[in-house]
Structure formats: structure tokens, C-alpha cells
């Protein structure tokens, strides 16, 4: 499967942004049971921000509790992060990022993920 991320844009702290992440396939089943927005500023390493898994229950990172919400649409294959609140901290590159194995603690590290988008910048200013 091939992740394209979209949404990313420049905003001023306050604002919103939506993310999405379609995918297409060449054929054959695609059905992961956890999907992940993770995100990279420039000499950080990549965190996640949040997963969720099949049942469509919701982990996220601490710093974007209560902002962000991760949300999915199965049969359109789409993947969802809106941000609000943003804040200049949140600048990086946003990427999505899904596995056929279902969500658990292995979830949150960027290295277990099996298919990833090319990532979409956002840009908060203050």
C-alpha cells in the first residue's frame, strides 16, 4: 500500500489544521489494524503523536492531549489528524504511518511500522 499525506500548511498559533492519509493499493487486501500520525522538526528524532487501532480506540502523546484528535475512515482508507490549538512547537513534518499487527506498546516506535506516507509539513508560527 502507498500512504499520501495531505493537509499541511503554515497557520499562526491558535489555529487549525486537518490532516489526511489516503491509501491506494495495487490489489490484494489491505486492512491495518494500527495507523499512526508521527512527526519530525528538523534534528528531532520522529515521535508519535497519535494511533489508533482497529476498534477505533485513540492513544496520544502527552503534549497534544486535548488538541489533537486521530480519527479514521475504513472503507475510504483515509486517515485523519485534526489539530487544534496549534502551537509553534507542533512545527515538523507529519507523517502517517500503518501496520497489519494490532496497536499495542510496540505502537508509539517509528521503526515498527510497515508502510508510510512521504510526510506534510506544517508550520506554526507564534
Known amino acids: 500500500a502507498q500512504l499520501e499525506e495531505s493537509g499541511g500548511g503554515s497557520v499562526q498559533a491558535g489555529g487549525s489544521l486537518r490532516l489526511s492519509c489516503a491509501a491506494s493499493t495495487s490489489g490484494g487486501t489491505y486492512s491495518p489494524d494500527c495507523m499512526a500520525w508521527f512527526r519530525q522538526a528538523p534534528g528531532k528524532e520522529r515521535q508519535v503523536v497519535a494511533y489508533?487501532?482497529?476498534?477505533?480506540?485513540?492513544t496520544y502523546a502527552d503534549s497534544v492531549k486535548g488538541r489533537f484528535t486521530i480519527s479514521k475512515d475504513n472503507a475510504k482508507k483515509m486517515l485523519f489528524l485534526q489539530m487544534n490549538s496549534l502551537k509553534p512547537e507542533d512545527t515538523a513534518m507529519y507523517y502517517c504511518?500503518?501496520?497489519?499487527?494490532?496497536?499495542?506498546?510496540?505502537?508509539?516506535?517509528?521503526?515498527?511500522?510497515?508502510?508510510w506516507g512521504q510526510g506534510t509539513q506544517v508550520t506554526v508560527s507564534s
Open positions: 489508533v487501532s482497529a476498534d477505533g480506540s485513540a
Open positions: 504511518a500503518t501496520d497489519a499487527a494490532p496497536c499495542g506498546n510496540w505502537s508509539p516506535i517509528y521503526e515498527n511500522y510497515t508502510h
